[in-house]
């Protein structure tokens, strides 16, 4: 098939490739038309930058700049970051503080490292749905269990309570929200910097931990979230034993099409959304899952889960899910002033019937995987069968 931009004006092929809803379907729209590809060789500073700062939000659009930066001059990058202690004062400078943060446009970036950034860019989209996809099948694989007695009560050494159970077949999950899908992302771009750093300051068993240390306790569980799925990949048997992860993000080829999710729009700011944890503010708290672990499941007295690692739960994605599916999955009782659909299909429980917190303890508990409660952070993971390739450039 012809090229469909062989016969337009160069400022239309222009102005369509700076309105693109993100950097994936600007890489896809190079490689597959020529015309297109030889108008970004001439503008792709221009391009690129709208793109960014267009699709983007403005955190990640300062993450995403300062990979540029690293990718575009190494010598700024160690000089910065060298000795190991000058590494805060470059994180505060390009990631977390208010330094001005140039656009391409006004950097040295040759054509080569925005090509390679775009194709990188679209290495994290299709990891981000593969994450995704993944943790859908397992939590939606899960045979939870609440209290036979609603009117249970542990006592204050829970651990010598045994209370029977009856098992339950919550609703499936369905499509992650926006919300999700940005906690996935973002993990994803900070790894990228992580890995694009490692040549300057080292690695070390700390991984990402190293550079986002800083991060509140609860962004920095969706960024070893997603590194033990990136490590779970790594041990694949179909996985380069030589290619080192610490260096670079693996690029995945699905073995089935799968849907798209990355390009949603985060929803309008309502009632609706703020209840779910769907808004984009929710972006910047701690997920429903990992909130109710750390406040609720750690430090109440009568809690079986008080001496509990939250790793059984991040297999399951509990630090990325929103409301929506950790009360439909029945792990949280519905938001307050917030009624199930007329059909009940989502949520079977009722806003007549809310969980005691007893009986969320015991459902929690009755899907922890005692083998992952122990396991560490170097071994827990878990691979599922697909074709992976080592990412070149």
Not at 9 to 36: C, E, G, N, R, V
Not at 309 to 326: A, E, H, N, T
Not at 348 to 368: A, E, P
Request: aromatic fraction near 12%; include cysteine.
């Amino acid at each position: 098939m012809g090229d469909p931009f062989y016969c337009l004006p160069i400022s239309l092929i222009l102005k369509i490739m700076k309105y693109f809803l993100d950097l994936p379907s600007l890489d896809s729209l190079i490689h597959a038309s020529p015309t297109a590809a030889s108008t970004f060789e001439q503008f792709y500073t221009e391009i690129t930058d709208a793109v960014i700062t267009s699709t983007l939000s403005t955190p990640l659009q300062r993450l995403v700049r300062t990979i540029l930066t690293v990718r575009t001059d190494d010598s700024i990058v160690k000089a910065q970051t060298e000795p190991p202690k000058a590494l805060n004062d470059f994180l505060s400078s390009y990631v977390f503080g208010d330094a001005p943060i140039h656009p391409v446009s006004m950097t040295s970036a040759p054509l080569s490292v925005v090509r390679s950034f775009l194709d990188f860019a679209s290495d994290i989209e299709r990891l981000t749905q593969s994450f995704l996809e993944t943790h859908l099948n397992r939590v939606n694989a899960i045979n939870p269990s609440h209290l036979l007695n609603a009117n249970f009560h542990f006592s204050y050494k829970p651990l010598d309570d045994h209370p029977e159970g009856r098992n339950y077949q919550p609703a499936k999950c369905g499509a992650p929200s926006w919300v999700e899908i940005y906690r996935v992302y973002r993990a994803l771009w900070r790894i990228q910097l992580y890995y694009d750093l490692t040549p300057f300051i080292g690695s070390n068993d700390d991984g990402p931990r190293r550079v986002w240390g800083r991060l509140p306790s609860w962004e920095l569980e969706e960024v070893e979230c997603v590194h033990d799925y990136l490590q779970g990949i790594q041990s694949s048997d179909n996985y380069p034993s030589d290619f080192q992860l610490s260096q670079r993000l693996p690029t995945i080829q699905p073995t089935h099409p799968t849907q798209c999710w990355v390009a949603q729009a985060p929803p309008e700011n309502n009632d609706t959304a703020f209840a779910w944890g769907q808004d984009p503010e929710a972006a910047h708290h701690p997920s429903p899952g990992y909130n109710f672990f750390h406040t609720a499941c750690l430090h109440m007295p009568s809690s079986p889960l008080k001496h509990s690692s939250f790793r059984s739960f991040r297999y399951l994605g509990f630090g990325i899910w929103d409301m929506q599916k950790m009360a439909g999955l029945e792990m949280l009782n519905l938001p307050k002033k917030m009624n199930p659909p007329a059909n009940g299909k989502w949520y079977v429980v009722g806003v007549d019937k809310r969980l005691s917190q007893d009986d969320l303890f015991f459902t929690w508990q009755s899907v922890k995987s005692a083998e992952l409660d122990t396991l560490s952070a170097e071994t827990a993971f878990f691979v599922e069968p697909q074709t992976v390739q080592a990412m070149t450039g």
